[in-house]
């Protein structure tokens, strides 16, 4: 199991769906025990040059973009400035997990706009 | 009683904002109007081929074809600084898109090649001739009328139903997948935050996360 770590966003997005969605929140947290078990099967690599390194992986209507700490450092295009604060703190084998993009966002707004 | 047509799919609506970028590239810029014209007359030359590229549907307002998934999608274009607002020129993103994925324009030739023709032809017409000259034309779905004829808020062309696999506009998953974030500003601005926040505050453990919310 890779160990799973979440920045400010995702951390907010999930707090937001185990409150208000919970069929959102049921698939989003099999989505992170799949990326937890394995991050680098079914996930496509950003080759993009500004997104470089990250993993995004989805299902349905679910898209969540990571990064495999060891990949990462391996990029030896990142420099110092831009690293995680806590980088030091944690093995390669770290998943940090930089945003939960759920379809139902946007549906969730228009919702409670209507009202 | 209201049918509901069905919505585009994500895939869809990354071609169509991918076709719209590159439109408004070979043109130059262009207004609202002008660009609604130009997209419903190269979707029009696609579908008369049956190549599936634009997934706009038009009805007839006063100054013709209109399609509300493409005012949706410019303005979310705009808030990603994909193209620029009110001249809708090629903003900051959208030159970056071009030169990084151009290799997506060059497989898509057929359809990228319909869209030159049809600037070609009428980009440097005036606003208010060109709006005549679509109300000219044959209405694509009720043939027997002139666009300019046609009722108020009747379609005047629908999404395409059905196409042949190898008449539609390809990209790569990989590619998709780095479009969806560029394309979008919601994602953008998501995952560029994210990043931000990373150099300034330290993450937290999903296990952590998991327990507190299900106290």
Known sequence: ?115 | MRVRTRGRTPEERLVDKLLVLYTISDAGSVGDTVLQKLTFLSANEMRKQGDKGFNYAYIKLDYGPYSSDLVNDVKELERASVITPFSHDVGLNGKYILDHFSHIFEENKVFTEKIQRINKKYVDIPRDELVHLVHEMQNPVRTWEKIGDTRDRSYILKRPKSWNEDKEFKISESDFASLEIYLNPKNLHALSNSIHSARTSPSVSLCEVLKRVSS
């Open chain 1, 1 to 115: 199991m890779f160990p799973v770590r979440l920045q400010r966003d995702p951390e907010k997005t999930i707090e937001r769906l185990a409150k208000k969605e919970k069929a959102r929140f049921g698939r989003v947290e099999r989505l992170l025990g799949k990326i937890s078990s394995d991050p680098y099967s079914d996930s496509e690599v950003l080759k993009d040059p500004k997104l470089k390194g990250f993993r995004r992986v989805k299902e349905d209507k679910e898209r969540i973009v990571y990064q495999v700490c060891g990949e990462c450092r391996k990029n030896t295009n990142i420099m110092k400035s831009k690293q995680c604060i806590d980088c030091a703190t944690f093995p390669d084998d770290t998943v940090m997990v930089f945003d939960i993009d759920t379809r139902s966002k946007i549906m969730y707004e228009k919702k409670h706009k209507r009202r």
